[in-house]
């Protein structure tokens, strides 16, 4: 018995067996897509490297030129003039002490969170509550800063979050399947030029082993990692 529903299989079988150029896999992704609401589509990067050793982790941001597609709520952690900085740069929440009472309540109004460095003493209460759901902010990140306004810029302007998992899998958002194909592949392009900038210099081996592309809804499209090939390049 299928585990998936018809359609889901009819696109399952217009997956090529070879992986194909980054635009044309952006153009199959979006015709197999038949979901009734605008899908998030998300690159998985698997990587040669042993996420259980310290000198092999691969985390950080990438800014997506064509953005996410996501409306991101983000959260500020700040007083006085980095607050009003931050209010005009348009954060959702601003606030310290009452912030801090609505998330240890279990409200979670937010898809990011920012603080100023002065107020991480207070923040890194909250460790235990936000570092699960990834919404600490860290410094690596740039979401512990006194530049709020940049901050809360790039998160809503499309910068992204990437983490390999102990399996070496990189999973990434690359926009939405209403994108264009070009802007898809255009996004797929600058975190795949950001993964490879930081590759652990401890890694060995070759290390993009693959690269597959999906929908919310539809199956994965093999994606040909070669350097080589410009991103917005059908194959021919």
Do not use: C, W
Request: aromatic share 6%.
């Amino acid at each position: 018995m299928s585990k998936h529903g018809k359609k889901y299989d009819a696109a399952e079988k217009q997956i090529p067996a070879e992986p194909v150029a980054p635009l044309a896999a952006m153009q199959l992704l979006k015709e197999i897509s038949t979901a009734n609401f605008d899908e998030t589509v998300t690159g998985d990067f698997r990587l040669g490297i042993d996420t259980r050793q310290a000198d092999q982790q691969l985390r950080g941001t990438v800014s997506l030129p064509n953005g996410s597609g996501k409306t991101v709520r983000v959260a500020v952690f700040a007083e006085g003039a980095a607050a009003q900085a931050a209010e005009e740069a348009g954060a959702d929440i601003v606030g310290t002490d009452i912030l801090m009472e609505q998330i240890q309540a279990g409200e979670f109004n937010f898809d990011a969170a920012v603080a100023t460095p002065d107020q991480m003493g207070k923040v890194g209460r909250l460790g235990k509550i936000l570092g699960p759901r990834g919404l600490m902010p860290n410094p690596k990140l740039g979401t512990v800063t006194n530049d709020v306004a940049k901050a809360i810029n790039e998160l809503k302007g499309g910068r992204v979050e990437y983490r390999a998992d102990r399996y070496g899998i990189a999973h990434v958002i690359l926009g939405k399947v209403s994108f264009t194909a070009e802007q898809l592949a255009e996004n797929y392009g600058a975190v795949y030029d950001e993964i490879l900038r930081m590759k652990p210099s401890a890694a060995k081996g070759k290390y993009v082993k693959s690269v597959t592309v999906s929908g919310t809804m539809t199956p994965g499209v093999p994606v040909d990692s070669s350097v080589t090939r410009a991103y917005t390049e059908a194959a021919e």
